[in-house]
């Protein structure tokens, strides 16, 4: 039994697998399929502080090194963020009698917070009661430049001063309804609150919206923003106010002249939590999809989606620096979310339909694109034609027009091999033109028309179909550096499935016979080495293996088969199946230790020791090109899983889903990081028993 059956549940399946390090010294066992599924256990969040009982909100000190938690019991935590320790925990409160929140004076030297009704401040460093005071309700909130608290009370904003605490009312009084929210502006001056003005009942249509902006110097309010019926969260940075809706809905203001920039919808229930980065580039919303979106505040794109939690997310707040993300949520947890760095787990992208993929860049962090109503053949000059990138880091797509336009008119066929850069492009004339769009070499090869097939490895090798006018065309392999003919065969297929390989010490030539055989040739040597038979149906793809021991192939067969190349017989095991239909490229991971598959009906991942299923993920429900590239990157850190297209087909768009696969040295630094943590070792038992009884 794997360990994906053994622990359902993430949290135990996680210590599971703590339970599999290894230590200094003994034989590191584990393969790719043990760091996908230690990935699986995991959200996209960098550290995860686990809580007895759900948590309501958060709160940073200025320069980001202490955040404070609240529970819905009235319990705050004081946190260390450079040490991930836990400080201090105050009591207070009883559970589930009304929502709390905290708030930590930007200063580092006070703690505020409503624990059922009772506003408490105190000292950090001392741990000394400073105020208490009766009848308070959430939302607190201290001034960016620690002057101020303020706090909601059963009649309206009140304002205390930090210097001598006394305090004054904000503005007229209001009868304040459930969930109040407000947000001083940076330079202090200002502060927007919404009061939602009625007493709590369930139907939240009986509220009455208000999004006010109070003076602070003057005690007036400057005027309302409108337009968004019922607001939960306010967040701004002085120039903009965002506010998000129990609806789902984000309204923006600009401040200066309170007109609505843009309003949005960013969840499917209420939102929760909002926060604006300190630049104000970035807006975070989380709420009843248990998911965080971060928005761009110029074009309002969806930039980044990031996941982990399991249940609703009720507070957000950046880090200073705006690099981390910090969420409290109902599922018992707070998070760190590093959310400049490359997605840490399984990500979806949107892509256009009229887009084929040809695999990842070299580089490994880059989907390359094109559009194939672009190259129609012949190539002519007054046709432009772009490369398309998707950055996998930010999710944004980048197009840039070929500089290598002059140089491929006139080619009438072109291939390209999945994991390298380059087009492959050829010409009546006997050219074969090789480009990345910017960088071309042109190989000329003989005076007929020719079809390149595939560049070697390490680019000493080209393999092409010679197409004489009045001749049978063949195929050659050519060197380029000796501008030889080294071999000469049967014209052979060209098409964007793998139909032939060379190994990457170059030393074999693998293609596509007669009868559904493989022939085997040695390079060096200048002979036929093998014919591979056993194959009884139509065969696709070939692939060896990183040290060029094994080749596998695959078809339409639902079944890939692997070689023993010296040997030219079959290798032991040589049969991975299970699959229900054809199966496309087989893919090797960087260690040659797993073998990836996809078939048409689902995608495996295999040990190539053993034959062994060791993954299986099912395919897109919708047939698209997407299932024939190729499914791991040339490092092996990320894996493709899934095509679907988008349910609505007038958006002509395809749902990409990638997976990263983490190093074992990067997780195995995770697993001691984790395992010093005093926070998670406070709360691991209670977190089991609990996991066990949902």
Request: aromatic residues 10%; hydrophobic residues 40%; charged residues 25%.
């Amino acid at each position: 039994m794997n360990l994906a059956e053994r622990f359902p549940d993430k949290f135990l399946m996680e210590n599971g697998f703590r339970k599999a390090f290894t230590e200094p010294g003994q034989d590191d066992l584990r393969g790719i399929e043990w760091s996908y599924l230690w990935q699986a256990s995991r959200g996209d969040e960098i550290f995860t502080f686990p809580h007895e009982i759900m948590v309501n909100g958060i709160s940073l000190s200025a320069d980001g090194t202490r955040m404070a938690s609240v529970d819905v019991d009235g319990k705050i935590r004081l946190f260390d963020l450079d040490s991930r320790k836990l400080l201090r925990i105050y009591e207070g409160g009883t559970k589930f009698t009304n929502v709390i929140s905290v708030a930590l004076a930007p200063d580092g030297n006070l703690l505020a917070a409503d624990q059922q009704g009772m506003l408490r401040v105190w000292n950090i460093d001392s741990g000394e009661t400073i105020l208490e005071q009766e009848h308070m309700m959430a939302p607190v909130s201290f001034s960016p430049n620690s002057r101020f608290l303020a706090a909601t009370t059963e009649t309206g904003l009140r304002i205390w001063n930090t210097a001598d605490w006394t305090s004054r009312r904000l503005g007229e009084p209001l009868v304040i309804g459930w969930m109040p929210s407000l947000a001083f502006t940076p330079d202090s001056k200002r502060v927007v609150f919404s009061p939602k003005q009625k007493p709590y009942i369930f139907s939240t249509s009986q509220y009455k919206a208000k999004v006010m902006v109070y003076n602070l110097e003057d005690n007036t309010m400057e005027g309302e923003l409108t337009g968004l019926d019922l607001p939960s969260v306010i967040t701004t940075d002085g120039t903009i106010v965002a506010a998000g809706g129990f609806g789902g809905d984000v309204c923006v203001w600009d401040l200066a002249s309170r007109r609505v920039i843009r309003k949005f919808r960013a969840d499917s229930g209420v939102i929760f939590g909002i926060d604006l980065s300190h630049d104000g580039k970035i807006l975070a919303t989380g709420g009843c999809d248990q998911v965080i979106r971060l928005w761009d505040t110029k074009t309002f794109e969806n930039t980044h989606l990031l996941k982990g939690h399991r249940n609703e997310i009720w507070d957000l707040k950046f880090s200073p620096d705006g690099r981390i993300l910090i969420s409290a949520s109902k599922d018992h947890s707070v998070r760190l979310w590093d959310w400049k760095r490359l997605p840490d787990k399984e990500f979806e992208y949107t892509v256009p339909l009229h887009l084929n993929c040809r695999g990842f860049s070299e580089s490994g962090d880059v989907l390359l694109f094109y559009d194939p109503n672009e190259w129609e053949f012949p190539l002519k000059r007054t046709k432009s034609r772009s490369d398309y990138l998707l950055d996998l880091a930010s999710g944004r797509w980048t197009s840039a027009i070929r500089s290598d336009s002059e140089a491929i008119v006139g080619a009438t066929s072109m291939t390209w091999e999945p994991g390298q850069d380059e087009f492959l492009f050829g010409k009546e004339d006997g050219t074969v033109v090789i480009s990345d769009g910017t960088t071309i070499q042109s190989v000329h090869v003989t005076d007929h028309p020719v079809e390149p097939l595939l560049i070697s490895p390490k680019r000493r090798y080209l393999l092409l179909n010679v197409l004489p006018k009045n001749a049978e065309p063949y195929a050659i392999l050519w060197n380029i550096e000796a501008k030889e003919i080294v071999a000469q065969y049967p014209k052979m297929l060209q098409f964007y499935r793998k139909r032939q390989a060379i190994s990457l010490d170059e030393r074999f030539l693998a293609y596509l016979g007669e009868d559904f055989t493989v022939k085997l040739w040695l390079i060096p040597e200048k002979r036929e080495w093998a014919t591979l038979r056993g194959h009884a149906w139509n065969l696709s793809w070939l692939e060896f293996s990183p040290d060029g021991r094994l080749l596998a192939s695959s078809g339409w067969e639902a079944e890939c088969r692997l070689w023993d190349v010296e040997k030219g017989a079959k290798a032991s095991p040589h049969l991975v199946q299970d699959h229900r239909s054809g199966v496309g490229q087989p893919i090797f991971s960087p260690d040659g230790c797993t073998l990836a598959t996809n078939g048409l009906s689902s995608r495996k991942l295999w040990s190539v020791a053993t034959g062994q299923e060791l993954l299986s993920f099912p395919s897109p429900q919708v047939l698209q090109g997407f299932n024939y590239f190729p499914v791991m990157s040339a490092k092996g850190d990320y894996l493709i899983w899934a095509g679907d297209q988008l349910p609505d087909d007038t958006k002509k768009e395809r749902m990409l889903r990638i997976a990263r696969v983490p190093p074992l040295a990067e997780i195995d630094e995770e697993i001691i990081r984790q395992s010093n943590s005093k926070t998670r070792s406070e709360y691991e038992k209670f977190n089991i028993i609990e996991t066990k009884q949902r």
